[in-house]
């Protein structure tokens, strides 16, 4: 049986339907350069697929392990109570599946650098 | 005369506030390695400073250029009327002072790297 890991980027989702494509244009984007199998997003609320559904899918695809990354900026209830709610859930309804949720956005370490390039690019101009 | 640019990070402001002390502790570890005289942190609400306050700072520090760094995931209404909204009238308060809003988090290039880092980490354990 062979293992696959899926990433699955979890966004919010905005009644602004431009800004749920943000997140989805965004996951294409990451795929385009990533070594796991399939790369997808799902969303808290508001928007489709929401992330018991993305998990689900992520499962038909084949992931025996699936990370989710949530793409907040700070420490709120919904990274730290109702993201992993839902993948209690998930981890009951899917036992052979590793899922996992890894740091939210604003706590990556990249963050601080990309502030910082971000920052510096206009006094190039 | 001299000439300084200052960076003002923008969040919008949690009830929680240790999300905004989140924001404060990274706009200092965006400080320790920046270019920039000075950077500072501003809320869009809930929290202080707020934006007008935190410009009127950095130009009491000397700053003839400010950058606005909204530190915002999508292009909501916050990024796309309510930053411009106070920035035109902090421009009309202080003349000459160059203030210029930056493209926000979420649309920087450095954005896809982050979140492809920020999944490969956890294939390495």
Do not use: W
């Not at 990354?69 to 899917?94: C, M, N, W």
């Amino acid at each position: 049986m062979s293992s696959s890991t899926n990433l699955i980027l979890v966004a919010h989702g905005s009644r602004r339907e431009a800004s749920n494509d943000e997140v989805r244009r965004l996951t294409q984007q990451v795929a385009a350069g990533s070594h796991h199998q399939h790369v997808g997003c799902g969303f808290l609320e508001l928007a489709d697929p929401d992330i018991p559904t993305a998990i689900a899918q992520e499962i038909d695809r084949g992931a025996t392990r699936i990370l989710i990354l949530p793409y907040f900026l700070s420490a709120g209830r919904h990274v730290t109570e109702d993201i992993p709610a839902i993948l209690e859930k998930a981890r009951q309804l899917h036992p052979d599946t590793h899922i996992q949720q890894l740091p939210y956005v604003g706590q990556q370490d990249g963050m601080i650098e990309l502030l910082r390039s971000a920052a510096e690019k206009p006094q190039v101009q």
